[in-house]
Each structure stands twice: as C-alpha cells, then as structure tokens.
C-alpha cells in the first residue's frame, strides 16, 4: 500500500521468558518469531519495515539480515518512546504508520489489512486492533461512550470489577495518521514507571475530539503475544494446526495431525501421506505420492514424488523420485539419492552421490563416496574414509557388485560391472569386469 509505513518493536528484553535469547528469536515452528510478524506485513508494503531493536541487537539483525531497516532503541522507556525512535526513518515518507509487535507470530496478513482500510475509510487519527475474547490473556479492556465510540484504554491491574467485565481487549496494534503521530508523540506523560505508552494516545485523541476508530479482529487466537514459555507453547500449537490445515486442504493426508510436526516452510504435495511422529523441519519440500514416517525426521531436504521414508533420519540431503529408505536410516548432510534407489535397514550416508537404481543393503555405511547406476551393496559394507586427518573419496562404477561386509580403503576405485567377494578389504583400485576376494583384495584367477 501507497504511503503506508511500518514499525515493528522488538526492543524488549522479555524477561519472563528466562532465557539469555532476545525473546523474538524464539522459535515458532521452525522459524524465530520475529520472521512470521515481518512475513505478514510483507505484502503490505513496497519499503522495508523500520524494525526496532534493543537487547540482543546483533543477534536479531544476523537472523533478520537486509529484511528491515533498523532502529536501534538504546533506552527501553516504553512503547510510546520506541515508536518515536522510528520518527527519522518514516517521518515525511508514510502517511499512514502501522505500529505492531515482534512477539505476536500469529497475525495474519488479511488482519493487518483489513485494519489498515478501515484506517483509511474514516478521517480520525487512530484506527485500533481488538479482539473479543472471553479469556482476557492480561489485556486492557476498551472503554466505549454511549454512542459507542471509542473513549480510553483501562490496563487490568487499574479496571474496576465492572469493567473487567468488558470482553472487547486492546491487542496493542495500531493505525496512525503519520503527521499527527510524530507531533503527539512527544508529548505523551510519563507513566509511574518511568516510561511512556501507545496507549495514552487514545486519551489524548479523544480528549482533542478525534474519532478514535477499531477494528475488531475476526480470529481472537492471532492477537496472541508471548512474554514467557507457556505462552510460546501455545502459539505453537496454534502455528502448527495453521500449517496442517492448510496442507491436508491441499491433499496432504496425515494419519494423525496431532502427532505430525510440520514447520512453517515446508511443502508437501498432493496425495503424499504422513504417518504419526513425523518431524518435517526447515526448509524441507516432500513431493507427491509420497509415504513418510512413522517415526521419521526430515530437515533441510528434498524429497522427490513417490518415495517412502520409513523411521529415518534425513538431514540436508536430496533424494530423487521412487525412493525407498529405512527402517532406522539416515542421510547425512551432502547425501544425494537418485531415481529409484534403495537403502536398508540400520544404512548411513554422509556426502555421497547414489546413482539410479542402486541397492544398498541393511548395515553400511558410505562415506564421501560416488556410486554409478545400478550398483548393488551389500549389506555390511563400509567406506573406509577418514585416515585421522583427511578425508578421502571412493568411487564404484556402473554395475559393480560390492559383497557383504566389504571394506572399501579410499581413495579407491571398483570399476564398471567388478566385483567384490564378503569380507574382502579393498585398498586398491579394481579394474573393470574384475572380482577380488580376500584380504587385502586380490584378484580372483
């Protein structure tokens, strides 16, 4: 939107949550919070967000990165003040200034615009965020007149009995006429606690015969904020119910929702089935037709159409189409498996490249390896990589035949259609069409 400018605090220590980590760098599935509060308002404007930063400064800018453009508020004196130090970088720029939290992950981009119209469909200077809610959850309430327009705030700790009774709550995010923020800001009174508020802006609105307007949430959940763990576990829950929802909408079956733990950026295709206690983290994407889990984590992956990953581990890793994997597997970062590969039981790989159609059997491990088409090893198999101090490559060529419990000495090489008898040790290359038995491994007469 045209002349909207956006200020998000996220100066705040979050001292309840007990933890030496800024509190908007806590996760919500899988991303830190902060992430999700600038994702929402990232349609809404075509200028980066002013975010306003304090403790833990640095370590919110490295997870942030060029997504804002910061403010750094040396003194926490309140929310009144954090808004004013955003005044150099929106002032003269937006007419209309968005004010909302860095620790409410929640919000959704239909609220927030949803708000910002209804700001520009009245001529008052403030336009509100409420919710209804039975559930107060420690926020003020809002106090109307007779005729129903908004007069005041009143914070819990102060309401009277009657007016904790009142069910409309300020969730703290704002819409603001640009020119008449920056000229009020500065005045706001100093509270007993020696800061200043937002909130005291109503008052002063209403008191200079303003229209003070609000926008009542529809979904009361996604006003939630977080100030300490209980309230991080339930935005979580919320987050990830989202991220289900929307996915089986899209053709995703899942066995169990309740059991399946799916983070924020993962994508799965259609008719894909996900079974019980399955972890889909980071920036993982699952193909269509797929079965996955149960008992399965997958992290920072690609995995094709048509695979099946049973109770394994996948770890920043690619696998292609018609995968079969598991139980108890696990790809290591760099492992890359091609069309139709499978790999058994209690196997691990770590970078290394399966060509199509390889069959690696239950016990092996394959290390810094490169394996051609259509090779088969078996079970027991190991590439011996690591001498203590480096690391080396072994490569298996089109069609070889690697016997159980072969140990492979890198550098080493199996040519094409080789083979290797059980038990052999190879610490030489094997040339083409060749079979080696023994220890160490000799060509067989």
């Not at 919110?60 to 309140?78: I, K, M, N, S």
Request: glycine residues 12%.
């Amino acid at each position: 939107m045209s002349g909207l400018g956006v200020v998000i605090l996220a100066a705040g220590q979050g001292t309840r949550m007990k933890s030496k980590l800024p509190k908007v760098l806590h996760v919500i599935a899988g991303r830190p919070m902060v992430l999700h509060v600038l994702d929402a308002v990232a349609g809404l404007v075509d200028s980066k967000p002013v975010l306003v930063i304090g403790h833990g400064a640095e370590a919110v800018q490295l997870a942030v990165g060029d997504a804002a453009t910061y403010v750094v508020q040396e003194q926490q004196l309140g929310t009144g003040h954090a808004v004013l130090e955003a005044r150099p970088a929106l002032q003269g720029r937006a007419d209309t200034v968005l004010v909302l939290y860095g620790d409410m992950p929640l919000l959704s981009p239909d609220t927030l615009r949803s708000l910002v119209e209804a700001h520009g469909a009245h001529t008052g200077p403030i336009t509100m965020l409420t919710c209804t809610h039975e559930n107060a959850m420690g926020f003020g309430r809002i106090l109307r007149n007779v005729q129903g327009g908004v007069v005041g705030i009143v914070e819990e700790a102060q309401a009277t009995p009657q007016q904790l009774a009142i069910k409309e709550l300020n969730s703290g995010v704002y819409c603001f006429n640009g020119e008449w923020l920056w000229e009020h800001l500065p005045r706001l009174p100093l509270s007993p606690k020696g800061e200043y508020y937002l909130t005291d802006l109503i008052q002063m609105a209403v008191a200079e015969g303003h229209a003070v307007e609000a926008s009542i949430v529809h979904e009361p959940l996604e006003t939630l904020g977080i100030n300490d763990r209980v309230h991080l576990a339930r935005v979580e829950s919320v987050m990830r119910q989202r991220i289900r929802e929307r996915l089986m909408r899209a053709g995703v079956t899942m066995m169990d929702p309740g059991s399946t733990y799916i983070d924020a950026l993962v994508q799965v295709g259609q008719d894909t089935i996900i079974y019980p206690n399955t972890h889909l983290q980071g920036k993982t994407s699952i193909g269509a037709d797929c079965q996955i889990g149960p008992n399965t984590i997958v992290r920072d992956s690609s995995v094709g159409d048509r695979c099946h990953l049973l109770a394994a581990v996948i770890e920043e890793a690619v696998i292609e189409n018609g995968v079969s994997i598991g139980p108890f597997a696990h790809l290591r970062k760099g492992a890359h498996l091609a069309d139709g590969v499978h790999m058994g039981n209690f196997g691990e790989i770590k970078n290394s490249y399966l060509g199509p159609g390889v069959r690696m059997g239950h016990f092996s491990y394959l290390g810094d390896a490169q394996v051609g088409p259509e090779v088969n090893i078996g079970a027991g198999t190991i590439t011996c990589n690591f001498d203590g101090a480096e690391k080396f490559k072994t490569v298996i060529e089109e069609g070889a035949f690697i016997g159980s419990d072969t140990m492979l000495v890198a550098p080493v090489k199996v040519g094409a259609r080789s083979r290797t008898g059980a038990g052999s040790v190879v610490t030489h290359d094997v040339p083409p069409d060749t079979t080696v038995v023994g220890v160490p491994a000799r060509p067989r007469k």
